[in-house]
């Protein structure tokens, strides 16, 4: 069963072929459901491997599947094949469960949009992309994979490219996750010239020979690599932009998959995390959650709080591999899959029903008349708010945990981490009560002539997969409970994975975890009591609960801009201004910059020939000076 | 008293079988232009075209017998030690016969579209690649001169061969005047390692430096000579601060010549810099690789930067060209066998990747220029072309799993072989920078918002199709199984054999 693997990506491409042929004269709705019957037979697929790999014992639970030998040079062998260990399968596992439950989704949600087929091509392609970065056995396959998903991303995002902001931010999102890129490849190249390996097998057993510093140096690049996909900072700022994609695209690619990947790369890469590298990533992580966190706390747009939520939730992730906790920060992957695709979607529907109304300001109320997606975002809001027995309560919990058994900076981490709980608790329920209780605003300031407009609630197709992830975020804690040593099932699966990795082994008595917990729960309840108390019943004055500062994520975005892109802010939206195409003009941000060099040294490429002759015999000269000098 | 020392000279003995590809081309080009000026009825286009894909081939098989002599009997040479008979000239006549039967397809209907002169172009075609081949085997200077000089000769021509258009006329001045400055430095630079060493054969002049060693009595007047042999390449490779005349040329050039420039002319120039630098003067190179990195770091970066400005496709690929140079100057700095066989396989995938882009180019171009916008909603008039466009792009902008990615990857790691990290990185970055310009190309190809109702009807001759077809097949094959063409670019390494 195991050899099935190959099936698992086949499918979706196999889909993007026959959609990207077909799809148009086939049209809406029937392009869509089969991308979403592909995608669920890949889940299907994956299923039947997991099976097989099951029928294993613990520590045999690899299998290689190799396709091909593609690039035999000498001592470096780079094979086109597919690793089936238990992080794949749970990655993999995931990936198409929640991204089947997002094409379905998006089966209405796209309704009568004119590209209906194209977005599902893109869909499609974008769900191989991610399976290959998640099931290739080596680094170099996991970078095709990587590549793909952030073009995927790039054409997702600016899909409606029409409209100006969309085209800009998908050009953000290309720019910095090249900056990403980079870090991938000058590590890959390092790891190669270090040990000779970059297939995932191979790693493990031969990272012991790596130097301190050369694995330092090695993990470091990676974690640039993952900031830039994961949106940490330095790297985040592409990520709330990238809520001018449709909604299922946040959910499926900014939320529950390939902001993820980051992790997963570090995850996969545990053998080479040194200490020094790990207290980089800790801090790196939990400084991403906090400063998401506050940004997110003034946000307007139902999408963007989602956005700074995500990037912060990224943070604990970070924060969980930084304190050696993998199974703590897959876990939380897993959940956070669940419960922000959940809220995501929730969003989208209630968009949808809104008629593309984004700003909370002009909702409230709307439980009454969306009640299923009002219970449904509820259940996410608890679970991201850590309440228990929720699910993101007890990833969050054990991240928590691990934060605060780290040696020396350990409980500063817990501090900071809990501070964030306490946020993200009550900015969630700010967005809950703005949007769904309170009085109804709907149609405050409506300009003179436009229709009514009255909120209604969506669709079968975008409702069934509301209530799957539903229970999933209810119920998805179980499977790694820490109440009996057995239930431990995600942990006791994933262990072999971290063999040669510097594992974090709990060892806080039980009094201690439980106090822990306890804190953090409290930690939660205020951050909701404090919202209640504002958004709800009024007693706080909420104007001064959104600072333009912090509306403003800080200005850091501004700054950049400022820094890269010339004067002023305009920079990163002065070429989609000049033209709406989607790369046209190049590029923005670093791209812009090159191109005002370029712009500067074009004088020298004036047609004159005069000129040129004087360039050959410039650089001429210069050889023959520098040889004379250096040979004399 | 001439002729009584011409009865007392005996020439070199000579092995007529290496030099018989050369011989085809020479004899397909005269037939060419006798028949054609000789028959009374006009003959058709149609012969000149037969004739040069027809010798272009016959010569390859003619090489593929060369090559398994040279596997059962190992490397030689000819003609009193002055051409070389080893894998890499091989490696270089396949190349080059490549781009001659390619370009000669695609040249074969944009001749009929423009009403250009059909024999005039295909024997110029054929002689320029003899030029070519002859400068990739060359074991002696002067005979790598000749090479030289009889391709720079036939592509001054060629690049003005539609002489109606002031481009064109442009374009083939500015070569002219520019590439013969340039082989004035070359052949000054001949000169002057012959001063120093005393022979113009390459077998010698790396004799002479295991006899002496360090101990070189002319050490100024030889690096003087090899720093002007070095521009003359560069120049030939459009290496920056060298590659001016590129862009100009390549634009005002009819598009299958610029493939053609960009394809099998710069293969010319990069296998005589292997040939004398990483073979002959091996013994020097510590002195002449630092600046060999510091030429291709300029040439990386100026052709990535002065791409992305750019809105003419035409251009956008001339600036890539230079580009590419930069990358395989990347593994000439190496100077290791690996190195160089990063090199022969970046070139010999490039070759494919740069004619099969500019036969789309004269495809989409007419004379009114080639601007990015022309290539907007081409996937819905002609998705084949398309596909093997994107295939090119994709491949040049070096991703997974086309034959670029392969190259670029394998002239990377010979960087960091060398431990020359600082260049790998900065050869990465500019993969990462070009990566925009190829996908800006892609993606106006693919722009389904485009009206294309009202767009001309867009005709693709059969032979143009066909050579990009094939062109985009042997880039996927090529980046799917790399395997056989990396071990032929590794048994390519030029080696130095003395005349027997």
Known sequence: MLSLVWLIPALPLAGFVFLLVAGRSIGEPNAGWIATAVSGSSFVATLVVFAGLLERDGENRIFEQVLFDWLPVGSLEVEAGFLVDPLSITMALFITGVGSLIHLYSIGYMHGDENYSKFFVYLNLFLFSMLMLVLGNNLVITFLGWEGVGACSYFLVSFWHTRESAATAGKKAFVTNRVGDWGFMLATFLLWTSIGTITYVDIGPAAGSLTNTTATAIALLFLVAAAGKSAQLPLYVWLPDAMEGPTPVSAMVHAATMVTSGVYLLVRMNPILTDNAQTVIAVVGVATALFAALAAVAQHDIKKVLAYSTVSQLGFMFLAIGSGAYVAAIFHVITHAFFKALLFLGSGSVIHGMQDEQDMRKMGALRKAMPLTAATFIVGWLAIAGVPPFAGFWSKDEILLAAWEVDGIGKGLWAVGLFTALLTAYYMSRQVFLVFFGEARWNDNRPQGQPEVVPHESSWTMVLPLGVLAVAAMVGGAINLPIFEEWLVLEHFLEPVFEYGRLHHFESTTATKVSLAVVAVIAGLVGMAIAAAAWLQKRIPTDRLEPKFLENAMYVDATYAKIVGGPGQKSFDAIAAGDQKLVDGAVNGAGRLVQKIGLLIQPGQSGMLRQYAIGIALGGLAIVVWLLSAAL | ?500
């Open chain 2, 1 to 500: 008293m001439i002729l009584a020392q011409l009865s007392n000279f005996e020439g070199p003995s000579i092995d007529w079988l290496p030099l018989t590809p050369q011989i085809i081309l020479v004899v397909a080009a005269l037939v060419i232009l006798l028949v054609t000026s000789l028959s009374p009825a006009k003959v058709s286009d149609s012969f000149s075209t037969a004739v040069t894909v027809g010798s272009g081939v016959a010569a390859g098989v003619v090489a593929w017998f060369v090559w398994n002599d040279i596997r059962d009997e190992g490397p030689s040479s000819t003609v009193a030690g002055a051409v070389g008979v080893d894998g890499f000239s091989i490696f270089f006549t396949i190349l080059t016969l490549s781009a001659l039967v390619a370009t000669s397809l695609v040249g074969h209907s944009y001749i009929k579209r423009e009403q250009m002169a059909a024999p005039e172009f295909s024997a110029l075609l054929l002689l320029t690649a003899v030029g070519a081949i002859v400068m990739a085997s060359a074991n002696d200077l002067i005979v790598l001169f000749i090479g030289l000089e009889a391709l720079s000769i036939g592509l001054y021509v060629m690049a003005a061969m539609q002489f109606r258009r002031r481009e064109a006329q442009e374009a083939a001045m500015k070569y002219f005047v520019l590439g013969a400055f340039s082989s004035a430095f070359f052949l000054y630079g001949i000169a002057l390692v012959y001063g120093a060493t005393g022979s113009t054969n390459l077998v010698n002049i790396a004799a002479y430096f295991n006899t002496i060693g360090s101990r070189i009595n002319n050490l100024e007047l030889f690096y003087v000579g090899m720093a002007l042999m070095l521009v003359g390449l560069a120049f030939k490779v459009a290496a920056a601060p060298f590659h001016f005349w590129a862009p100009d040329v390549y634009q005002g050039s009819p598009s299958p010549v610029s493939g053609y420039m960009a394809s099998a002319a710069k293969a010319a120039g990069f296998a005589a810099m292997l040939r004398i630098f990483f073979v002959a003067f091996s013994r020097t190179s510590a002195d002449w690789t630092p600046i060999v990195a510091v030429l291709s770091a300029i040439t990386l970066i100026v052709g990535a930067v002065m791409a992305i400005t750019q809105n003419d496709v035409k251009r956008m690929l001339a600036f890539s060209s230079v580009g590419h140079a930069g990358y395989v100057l990347v593994a000439v700095q190496a100077a290791t066998s690996d190195g160089t066989s990063a090199a022969l396989f970046y070139l010999f995938t490039y070759t494919f990747m740069v004619i099969g882009s500019f036969a789309v180019v004269s495809l989409l171009g007419w004379n009114d220029g080639h601007d990015v916008s022309r290539y907007e909603g081409l996937a819905r008039r002609r998705p084949l072309i398309a596909v093997a466009f994107t295939v090119f792009l994709l491949g040049q902008a070096g991703v997974p799993f086309t034959s670029g990615f392969v190259g670029k990857f394998l002239v990377i790691r010979s960087a960091v072989d060398d431990e020359i990290y600082w260049l790998a990185v900065l050869a990465m970055v500019v993969s990462v920078i070009t990566a925009f310009m190829y996908l800006r190309i892609i993606s106006n190809m693919w722009d389904r918002e485009v009206d294309v109702a009202d767009a001309p009807r867009l005709s693709v001759p059969l032979t143009t199709g066909f050579v990009v077809v094939v062109c985009a097949m042997i880039t996927v094959v090529y980046g799917v199984i790399p395997q056989s063409l990396i071990e032929f670019a590794r048994d390519a390494v030029p080696v130095l054999v003395a005349g027997g």
